[in-house]
């Protein structure tokens, strides 16, 4: 069994920037990608970022450069950095691992941003 402990997140102002980490444990061999999501209050969660094994990187259109994914998928680490926050990026964010054919979340971490 895989489990994702997420980490950063909190308060910040409009413009500011917040760094999140992710590191899975247990039998995380067949991690094939990892990467964040977000859920805002009443909205669908959607893709952040997304680092594939191929090392690859996918973004969700409205990050726009703003947002750094990186990690080590071979050390089932992964990190967000987010630059120039705005207050729409107001969300819980949930690390993500494909492990085999299965989909794993972390437990999720509030990120607000002031105006």
């Known amino acids: 069994q895989v489990q994702l402990v997420q980490s950063g997140g909190g308060l910040v102002q409009a413009g500011g920037s917040l760094r999140l980490s992710c590191a899975a444990s247990g039998d995380a061999a067949g991690i094939s990608a990892m990467g964040w999501y977000r859920q805002a209050p009443g909205k669908r969660r959607e893709m952040v970022a997304r680092?594939?094994?191929?090392?690859?990187?996918l973004y969700g259109d409205f990050v726009k450069g703003r947002f750094t994914v990186s990690g080590d998928l071979a050390k089932n680490t992964v990190y967000l950095q987010m630059n120039n926050l705005l207050p729409e990026d107001t969300a819980v964010y949930y690390c993500?691992?494909?492990?085999?054919?299965?989909?794993?979340w972390g437990q999720g971490t509030q990120v607000t941003v002031s105006s």
């Open positions: 993500y691992g494909r492990v085999g054919d299965l989909d794993v």
């Open positions: 680092l594939i094994v191929s090392g690859v990187r």
